[in-house]
């Protein structure tokens, strides 16, 4: 292919996803398979990595986003990003409809429209290109998260068609559908991480993340609900936000043009039960004056317009009584006090059981036993107790007395300073402990072992079969086959995947260990970069968190789970039986291995490959891209633009400064 051709298919790739990502994320109504997908962005990738000079930022294959360690830059917004008044009361919107038309007289309509219940962002477009993104801050500054927002698949990194204005500022709301949260919390759980709170916690802080690559993992999503600019084609809100569809911008499908109070109360009661049904939480609707003249007639306060206003919905909130507490036992050993409730409807289930968090929660709450509690289902999916009606308290009220001890195993709850929780620290020896570990080590992300489940784990530790993972590969099929509800076809099942499992690759195993906070991912990078489970073992710290997504949190809790003496025994045993606890060669991949032992930093910007492409090369020839200055790195790739306190950091360690030719010579270099 001559140059132009490889231009050419660059650019229809780039089309052809685009329109892709497009029908799938902003239409929901996918145009094409996964699998075709990834052929086609793969391909898009290798293109791009072979003919760097034909670099785009705002090519589809950037939605992965990078490794690199940003400190927010602080953007002053171009147009005040102003909050909305609100109210609960209907009467109160009565009165803000007075209000306008005393100003503007009665010859207006409302767009009512969807209150999300997310974090906000501001997105600007300069001829058509996405430029730079910034989150409300004070309304005045706010921080640039542009790298984060490029990962989120429903914005368009280019807008489609050519009639938008030179520079366009759009504004909407960042989000995590509720199914999505639901998944994010679970695999959290499962790694020993705190789960989030709720959906908006959950998108603001992914906003907030620091590398962009580990943000391009959440589940976000956002709505568009506000246009700004000079030369917008309509004199009203509604037709500019109808119009910036054609521009390939996500606009809420849910939008009403009202007349007067009537239709509001009705759009606003319709949506208060229907929101149930909806896949993303809104905490209300909002009603804006739909001409911009108008709107300006009205201006704004100091805090907010004068043209609009926001009626917020209350949280369904039920009353019922509190029967008991049960203490449950994670995987970890985190205690979660769980309440036993008079059954109650809301929000179209029964609820029997809601959850209570912490002992704080319950102290600061004041809750007992036998008290009329309030369940609220927010956000939340797990509807929650929010206080008491002490009205309701009689004499039947008994003061609740947080467990000390573990309910599973008998031992001394510890409690952490700055921890929430209680924790039972029995870690070999509390049965759900043990239990949960096996059941996490039989997963599907992790061993796979598919024909054992909850019930069988159960049955085995019952039996005292199983006491923990190396346990399993020492079962003969004759001491399943006598237990209850077990046959010579599933004892034989259950024997032949175990045996299977053997097969394993080495990143499985080390997620399947179950080391609290590495989950998938960080399991993935440990395989690469140490190669076998010794090199984890005797890897310092620092020789950990010079990994990528290796943190501080991580590598404590690798050397933590290193230095118990059961897990030696266990990962011996396991080794014993023939398990993957090295890399194969294969999963190896490497191109060469002269950079073998190299701890490389890479810094500032380069002419001829992506910082990406220079990550991949190191650690395709042995290296180590790490991503701090320490005594320990070797070289510094550097390119233009270097901060002036990395450059000191690096002559003070007296590392080598290595160009983009120096380093290309390095691993081209013919084996002497
Ligand atoms: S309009 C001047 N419309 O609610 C116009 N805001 O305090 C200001 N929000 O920070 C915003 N859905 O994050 C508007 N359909 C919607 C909205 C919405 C959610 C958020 C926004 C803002 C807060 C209002």
Same mark, same amino acid.
Not at 315 to 322: G, H, P, S, W, Y
């Given at each position: 292919?001559?140059?132009?051709?490889?231009?050419?298919?660059?650019?229809?790739?780039?089309?052809?996803?685009?329109?892709?990502?497009?029908?799938?994320?902003?239409?929901?109504?996918?145009?094409?398979?996964?699998?075709?997908?990834?052929?086609?962005?793969?391909?898009?990738?290798?293109?791009?990595?072979?003919?760097?000079?034909?670099?785009?930022?705002?090519?589809?294959?950037?939605?992965?986003?990078?490794?690199?360690?940003?400190?927010?830059?602080?953007?002053?917004?171009?147009?005040?990003?102003?909050?909305? $008044?609100?109210?609960?009361?209907?009467?109160?919107?009565?009165?803000?409809?007075?209000?306008?038309?005393?100003?503007?007289?009665?010859?207006?309509?409302?767009?009512?429209?969807?209150?999300?219940?997310?974090?906000?962002?501001?997105?600007?477009?300069?001829?058509?290109?996405?430029?730079?993104?910034?989150?409300? $801050?004070?309304?005045?500054?706010?921080?640039?998260?542009?790298?984060?927002?490029?990962?989120?698949?429903?914005?368009?990194?280019?807008?489609?068609?050519?009639?938008?204005?030179?520079?366009?500022?759009?504004?909407?709301?960042?989000?995590?559908?509720?199914?999505?949260?639901?998944?994010?919390?679970?695999?959290?759980?499962?790694?020993?991480?705190?789960?989030?709170?709720?959906?908006?916690?959950?998108?603001?802080?992914?906003?907030?993340?620091?590398?962009?690559?580990?943000?391009?993992?959440?589940?976000?999503?956002?709505?568009?609900?506000?246009?700004?600019?000079?030369?917008?084609?309509?004199?009203?809100?509604?037709?500019?936000?109808?119009?910036?569809?054609?521009?390939?911008?996500?606009?809420?499908?849910?939008?009403?043009?009202?007349?007067?109070?009537?239709?509001?109360?009705?759009?606003?009661?319709?949506?208060?039960?229907?929101?149930?049904?909806?896949?993303?939480?809104?905490?209300?609707?909002?009603?804006?004056?739909?001409?911009?003249?108008?709107?300006?007639?009205?201006?704004?306060?100091?805090?907010?317009?004068?043209?609009?206003?926001?009626?917020?919905?209350?949280?369904?909130?039920?009353?019922?009584?509190?029967?008991?507490?049960?203490?449950?036992? $994670?995987?970890?050993?985190?205690?979660?006090?769980?309440?036993?409730?008079?059954?109650?409807?809301?929000?179209?289930?029964?609820?029997?059981?809601?959850?209570?968090?912490?002992?704080?929660?319950?102290?600061?709450?004041?809750?007992?036993?036998?008290?009329?509690?309030?369940?609220?289902?927010?956000?939340?999916?797990?509807?929650?107790?929010?206080?008491?009606?002490?009205?309701?308290?009689?004499?039947?009220?008994?003061?609740?007395?947080?467990?000390?001890?573990?309910?599973?195993?008998?031992?001394?709850?510890?409690?952490? #300073?700055?921890?929430?929780?209680?924790?039972?620290?029995?870690?070999?020896?509390?049965?759900?402990?043990?239990?949960?570990?096996?059941?996490?080590?039989?997963?599907?992300?992790?061993?796979?072992?598919?024909?054992?489940?909850?019930?069988?784990?159960?049955?085995?530790?019952?039996?005292?079969?199983?006491?923990?993972?190396?346990?399993?590969?020492?079962?003969?099929?004759?001491?399943?086959?006598?237990?209850?509800?077990?046959?010579?076809?599933?004892?034989?099942?259950?024997?032949?995947?175990?045996?299977?499992?053997?097969?394993?690759?080495?990143?499985?195993?080390?997620?399947?260990?179950?080391?609290?906070?590495?989950?998938?991912?960080?399991?993935?990078?440990?395989?690469?970069?140490?190669?076998?489970?010794?090199?984890? #073992?005797?890897?310092?710290?620092?020789?950990?968190?010079?990994?990528?997504?290796?943190?501080?949190?991580?590598?404590?809790?690798?050397?933590?789970?290193?230095?118990?003496?059961?897990?030696?025994?266990?990962?011996?045993?396991?080794?014993?039986?023939?398990?993957?606890?090295?890399?194969?060669?294969?999963?190896?991949?490497?191109?060469?291995?002269?950079?073998?032992?190299?701890?490389?930093?890479?810094?500032?910007?380069?002419?001829?490959?992506?910082?990406?492409?220079?990550?991949?090369?190191?650690?395709?020839?042995? $290296?180590?891209?790490?991503?701090?200055?320490?005594?320990?790195?070797?070289?510094?790739?550097?390119?233009?633009?270097?901060?002036?306190?990395?450059?000191?950091?690096?002559?003070?360690?007296?590392?080598?400064?290595?160009?983009?030719?120096?380093?290309?010579?390095?691993?081209?270099?013919?084996?002497?």
């Amino acid at each position: 292919m001559t140059k132009q051709d490889i231009k050419k298919k660059i650019n229809d790739l780039r089309l052809e996803l685009n329109k892709h990502n497009y029908s799938y994320y902003v239409k929901s109504q996918p145009t094409i398979s996964d699998y075709d997908y990834d052929m086609l962005i793969n391909e898009l990738i290798n293109l791009e990595k072979e003919n760097p000079e034909f670099f785009d930022s705002n090519s589809p294959s950037q939605r992965v986003g990078n490794d690199i360690n940003v400190e927010f830059k602080q953007i002053k917004h171009k147009y005040q990003m102003l909050s909305l $008044g609100n109210t609960y009361s209907k009467q109160e919107i009565i009165d803000f409809d007075n209000r306008v038309r005393k100003t503007i007289g009665d010859n207006f309509e409302y767009v009512c429209e969807l209150k999300f219940d997310g974090t906000s962002i501001s997105i600007t477009y300069i001829n058509g290109k996405l430029h730079h993104a910034v989150t409300r $801050g004070d309304g005045v500054v706010g921080d640039d998260v542009t790298s984060n927002v490029k990962t989120i698949k429903s914005i368009p990194l280019k807008l489609h068609g050519a009639d938008y204005p030179d520079e366009l500022e759009v504004r909407g709301e960042i989000i995590i559908p509720l199914k999505a949260f639901k998944r994010l919390n679970e695999d959290r759980i499962e790694i020993g991480e705190a789960p989030f709170a709720n959906p908006r916690n959950a998108a603001s802080g992914s906003l907030k993340i620091q590398k962009s690559s580990i943000a391009a993992r959440r589940p976000l999503d956002c709505y568009l609900y506000y246009v700004l600019g000079k030369g917008l084609k309509f004199d009203n809100h509604y037709d500019n936000i109808q119009n910036a569809k054609n521009w390939g911008l996500k606009i809420s499908e849910n939008y009403k043009l009202c007349k007067n109070i009537d239709e509001i109360i009705e759009f606003i009661e319709y949506w208060d039960k229907e929101r149930k049904n909806l896949d993303y939480d809104i905490d209300g609707i909002v009603l804006k004056v739909n001409s911009i003249e108008q709107q300006e007639n009205l201006g704004y306060t100091a805090k907010s317009p004068r043209w609009a206003i926001a009626y917020k919905f209350k949280a369904e909130r039920v009353a019922t009584k509190l029967y008991s507490i049960d203490y449950q036992v $994670g995987r970890t050993g985190v205690i979660t006090p769980v309440a036993n409730l008079e059954p109650v409807q809301l929000g179209g289930t029964t609820v029997k059981r809601a959850s209570l968090h912490n002992a704080d929660i319950i102290k600061n709450l004041d809750i007992r036993i036998n008290d009329t509690v309030f369940v609220e289902k927010g956000g939340e999916i797990i509807p929650k107790i929010v206080g008491i009606d002490i009205n309701k308290r009689t004499s039947e009220s008994k003061a609740l007395i947080y467990i000390d001890k573990c309910p599973e195993c008998n031992t001394e709850l510890i409690r952490s #300073e700055g921890e929430a929780h209680h924790f039972c620290s029995n870690e070999f020896g509390c049965p759900p402990q043990i239990k949960g570990k096996i059941e996490h080590f039989i997963s599907r992300k992790a061993m796979n072992i598919d024909s054992l489940g909850q019930e069988t784990i159960d049955l085995l530790f019952k039996n005292n079969l199983i006491n923990n993972v190396a346990d399993l590969y020492d079962l003969k099929i004759e001491q399943l086959i006598p237990l209850e509800r077990m046959g010579q076809k599933s004892a034989s099942n259950i024997i032949k995947s175990i045996d299977e499992s053997k097969k394993a690759p080495f990143r499985k195993i080390i997620y399947a260990l179950g080391i609290r906070f590495v989950g998938e991912i960080a399991a993935k990078t440990l395989a690469k970069n140490f190669n076998s489970i010794d090199s984890i #073992e005797n890897a310092s710290i620092e020789q950990l968190i010079d990994v990528d997504e290796i943190g501080e949190k991580i590598a404590g809790s690798i050397k933590k789970f290193f230095n118990n003496e059961i897990n030696h025994i266990v990962i011996e045993r396991l080794k014993n039986k023939g398990l993957q606890f090295e890399i194969s060669k294969e999963e190896q991949n490497k191109a060469s291995d002269k950079l073998a032992g190299l701890s490389i930093i890479i810094s500032g910007t380069f002419k001829n490959h992506s910082r990406d492409e220079l990550k991949l090369l190191i650690e395709e020839h042995g $290296g180590k891209n790490v991503s701090s200055i320490s005594k320990n790195t070797n070289y510094m790739l550097a390119g233009d633009k270097i901060g002036p306190s990395k450059l000191d950091k690096v002559k003070k360690f007296g590392i080598p400064i290595i160009n983009e030719d120096d380093f290309i010579k390095m691993i081209e270099k013919k084996e002497e």
